[in-house]
């Protein structure tokens, strides 16, 4: 390691042991060329290579700085929550959202929102290899952006499919959301049991079959309440079974560029760009926008871009000018893939040791499910729990969790499970919070 090297990694530990806190001036230069006993141009290029990574900043006449650069997990109020998959809008380093929004006031300030459904130009021509990167190879006729999922998903709900078909397939459990909206929207709709193990292949192809499906909405990794991913034979599969049935596979990839999981190629990647729809929202990643995404196949584009321009004049659904720049700077600097591996560090590290942690737990009383991708996790009760009643015990020790019930479109499918999310809490008290969890479900047991 080469001595600016070594003073960077010092300076990195010292402002994690907090030794340096956020808003600190560093060492001078010529201090820090004396203490590692090297000439002030080393000392030079390690600062420059921590303000390359936005780790500090410099000010005019006065020195380096340490940046906010800290992922917040928690907001300000008091106890454990575990009840919502929404990061707190802090997540996104303050230093490194000020640096986007100020790079994005700069790009589009000549500009004004036009009613494109691809977004701004510029925006709409790097998407294509952002995506690639990800094994999802569209062009930029093919993408679409909206304000969130929910937009897209009502949009494709009431729009009508090549197919000609009307009945929707859903996964049990899945985004209780979307669930409201069928249930308002009256449309018909079937679902298909979603377990630890994935879904029934030979049930989906009986569906696909002999059940006028239009489309398949799943969100294969990262986003479901189990926190599980659909295998990649199962994956494959499911897009087989679309091509030969003339179904429409709606893959939502929600939080899949935040979180990877190992190997993981989407639904999209077997789709040679027919019968799918892969949509992914930033909503996750930077909670302060309101940017979404949706690759829309070719033979559908006309159709979809239609209605939407008719929905237009009731419902709008572009993203604001200054969302889709700041979007655009978040994804031209190196911000991303810093972020990115600091979200996918901080989730893996929370996920194991939930896996830790329940592996000693009884089995019998309460089981753990999936806590292999994403925000979601979720814990299956012994019967002679009642859910409602273990989430009532909860909330008056300040741990937050609740029931899949909303999950199930048909109630009665509902598998006394609660669904926990990792969103909000710090891994030291995730590991208190999990304590008192079991603690106690053991009293209820014992109650019995």
Known sequence: MSIYEQIANDIKQDIVDKKIKQGQRLPSLISL??????????????????????????????????????????????GYYLDSGNPVVGSLPIFDAHHCLHIAAEMYSAHSLDISLRGYPSLNAILPNYLALEDIYAKS??????QGITQILTHLTLTPFPNGKETILIEEPTFRNYINFLKQARVTVITIKRDEHGIDLKQLEDYFKNKDIKFFYTTPRNHNPLGTSLTHRQRRKIMELAH??????????????????????????????????????????IPMLRVALAVIPGDFISTFEAISKEAYYYS???????????????????????????????????LELIREITSSWNPAHISLVGAKSGYYFTLKLARQIEANELIVKLTKKQVFITSNLDAFFYKENYDNSVRLSIARISLEHLRDALEIIYETVAALIDGK
């Open 141 to 146: 006729e093919n993408i679409h952006l909206f």
């Open 33 to 78: 060329s004396k203490k590692y006993n090297c000439s002030k141009g080393s000392a030079i290029k390690a600062i420059e290579q921590l303000c390359s990574q936005h780790i500090v900043y410099s000010k005019p006449q006065s020195g380096y700085y340490v940046a906010d650069n800290l992922i917040r997990e928690e907001g300000s109020r008091t």
């Open 244 to 285: 030969k049935y003339n179904v429409y596979i709606v893959e939502d990839d929600y939080f899949g560029e935040a979180h990877k999981v190992p190997k993981y190629v989407p639904i999209y990647y077997f789709s040679l760009q027919k019968n799918c729809i892969y949509l992914r929202s930033m909503s996750k990643t």
């Open 316 to 350: 709008y659904f572009m993203p604001a000018l200054i969302s889709q720049a700041t979007y655009e700077a978040y994804l031209k600097t190196s911000i991303y893939k810093k972020h990115f591996a600091q979200i996918t560090q901080s989730i893996n590290t929370k």
